[in-house]
């Protein structure tokens, strides 16, 4: 199944795929993998078997708004991300989510509040969040990809999710 993570810039979209394909994180930032994707076998216990998942990062078009058609061909899930601490990145949730729906009608979805550990600058409370995901009508999770919370669980959701619309 390929996945797209989609978002502003900066919100940590590359730092997940690499957090939940290779298991690791760094502090510095890099706009982009350098590949379109990066691949992940993960078990699901719903669906009693391994998926093969493919996790495709946007070269850091997201400021130009121009994430290509090729980006969203054939994905099966998508994962809308934004920071805890980027204000912006939460107004844009909406527009993302109608421009994913406009290339993938039907697409499982969720959302995904990342950057959690850093309280002290949060402009998202999670009762905001909580709101949009409802108004969005999207599952939502807080991510700490820093610390590796909850980033499978979100994998996993979409997995079973996706298995669910088939
Ligand atoms: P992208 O532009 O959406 O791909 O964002 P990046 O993955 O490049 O991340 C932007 C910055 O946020 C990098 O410096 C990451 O190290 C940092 N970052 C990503 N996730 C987290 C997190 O959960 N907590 C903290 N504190 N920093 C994070
Ligand atoms: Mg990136």
Redesign the pocket.
Known sequence: MKVVVV??????????IKRFCKGV????????IGVDFLEKQLYVPSIGQDVQLYLW??A?Q?EFDSITKTYYRGAGAAVL?F?TTDRASFDALPSWRSKVLEQCPGIAMALVQ?????IEQAVVSSEEAEAMARRLGLKFYR?????DLNVTEVFTYLAELHDRKL
């Open positions: 978002g502003n810039g900066g919100v940590g979209k590359t730092s997940m994180f760094t502090d510095d930032y890099k706009k982009t990062d946007t850091g997201e991300a920071s990342n950057k959690v550990d850093l991510t700490c990809v820093k610390q």
